[in-house]
């Protein structure tokens, strides 16, 4: 069995908590919990790096480390997984959480260590843009597809294909579940460590951290269509000039930024 490395910041405030998530997810972890007075962290043992996390903590923040097993990580992430209500627009859920109804989408999650679940700012911020885009008939790319919450409502909102792309086999192998638990049949999910595809895209949607981004921007403005939509999150309120200077590059159109929690999340067309 595969084991756990946690690692527990304590003291932290809700800025700190979300610059050290910005860089964890860079350092390679995986999940996340939020708690009252701090942060918990998890990695794979075999990818943990103790300098490295001394590093993005600093002198300030303190941090204690934990060797957990697999299977408790996911039992305590499913005790603490409640469900989300985005406007009246989704409902996210776990199995074994009652639908409750009053909202036009539903999505049926599994609580894993994938990234999504609609509790984090960045992937809220994503849905709320997404319900301002026509999608019917549309071809979607999801970039860094996590739980595979972005390219599923993609499909309720009528797309006529998806393709969900991670580098995370634990992503993937979550991701198809969640495809499959939604009754989803057009999503073709794959595993990349790039958003280079020989397609075009009319929306191309990218939760992912700042250096992802910045590495596969002249890909996203190269795979989308004319009056295609780029959807980009997981980006701090510092990261703002670097998305402003990448779009005038590109020459793409800057249409909306909307902030929450420190975070950014953009819609650009071409």
Request: hydrophobic share 45%; with cysteine.
């Amino acid at each position: 069995m595969n084991e756990y490395v946690q690692i527990e910041f304590l003291s932290v405030s809700a800025e700190q908590k979300d610059i050290l998530i910005a860089n964890l997810v860079v350092a390679g972890f995986e999940g996340f919990e939020e708690t009252e007075p701090g942060l918990k962290a998890f990695i794979p043992e075999k990818d943990y790096n103790d300098e490295l996390v001394k590093e993005i903590a600093g002198e300030e923040i303190l941090f204690s480390k934990t060797i957990i097993e697999e299977t408790n990580w996911n039992n305590v992430w499913e005790s603490n997984f409640d469900s989300v209500i985005i406007d009246d627009f989704v409902l996210i859920r776990a199995d074994f959480h009652a639908s409750i109804g009053g909202t036009e989408h539903e999505i049926i999650i599994t609580p894993k260590m994938s990234f999504g679940t609609g509790h984090h700012a960045t992937t809220l911020m994503m849905v709320q843009q997404m319900r301002q885009i026509d999608f019917i008939g549309k071809t979607v790319l999801d970039f860094g597809t996590g739980t595979g919450i972005l390219a599923i409502l993609s499909e309720k909102m009528g797309a006529k294909k998806m393709v969900a792309l991670d580098n995370d086999d634990w992503s993937i192998e979550n991701a198809a579940e969640n495809i499959e638990r939604n009754d989803c049949s057009l999503i073709e999910l794959k595993k990349a460590d790039t958003a280079a595809r020989d397609e075009s895209y009319d929306i191309i949607l990218a939760n992912v951290n700042k250096n992802v981004i910045v590495e596969n921007f002249h890909l996203f403005a190269k795979q989308l269509l004319p009056g295609g939509v780029l959807l980009l999150s997981g980006l701090l309120k510092e990261d703002r000039d670097v998305i402003f200077h990448m779009c005038g590059e590109y020459s793409l159109q800057l249409i909306q930024t909307t902030v929450r929690d420190n975070w950014l999340c953009f819609r650009i067309s071409c």
